[in-house]
């Protein structure tokens, strides 16, 4: 036989099996074997491990964190506030100077009401609002009732007489105003109104 005849034989055989002439016999990848798995299982439980307590430090570091600002905010929140309050301070130590230096009443009544103008005014800017309830029905989430007179002029359940001023926080209350109400025309002993 010739090399021709051999080369076409082997092409024919390959043909007819279907399988590619030059390729070699695909070997599969090998399983790892048992100590190769568990290792990489620790391998991966470390790396896990190592993530946990780096997440675990940054949840620490965030509430420590989070804790300062809170301190310093505590701590500086009324800073503007103060600020504004300073000039008032100053202004009260004039009127005192000024109160030494001269006898008329009336200029420092006038001084001292302009400064308590000025320090209501101030106060207002940063949300503070007074709760003057004079003549309104009482309401117990805003005023405080310390007493309950008879009164023919005002109308039984409302505020005849405040006290002590309330005041609200930027609508929450912060001080509730102490008040006198009224509980109606005064009653005999028989009920007849007086």
Known sequence: MSDNTQTET???TAAASGAPEASAPANPAPAPSPEEQIAAAKKEAAASH???????ADLENYRKR???????LRQF???????????ILDNLSLGVAAAKQ???GKSIIDGVTMVLEQ???????HGLKEVNPTGQAFDHNLHECIAH??????AEEKVMQVVRLGYTLNGRLVRPASVIV??????????VVI
């Open 119 to 125: 320090f209501k005014s101030t106060l207002a800017r």
């Open 182 to 191: 009224s509980s109606g025309p005064a009653k005999s002993a028989e009920g």
């Open 149 to 154: 007179q008879p009164s023919a002029d005002v």
């Open 66 to 72: 989070t804790i300062r600002e809170k301190d310093e």
């Open 10 to 12: 082997k092409n024919t």
């Open 77 to 87: 929140a009324a800073s503007s506030v103060v600020e504004d309050i300073i000039p």
């Open 50 to 56: 190592e993530r946990y307590l780096r997440a675990v």
């Open 102 to 104: 001269q006898a008329d």
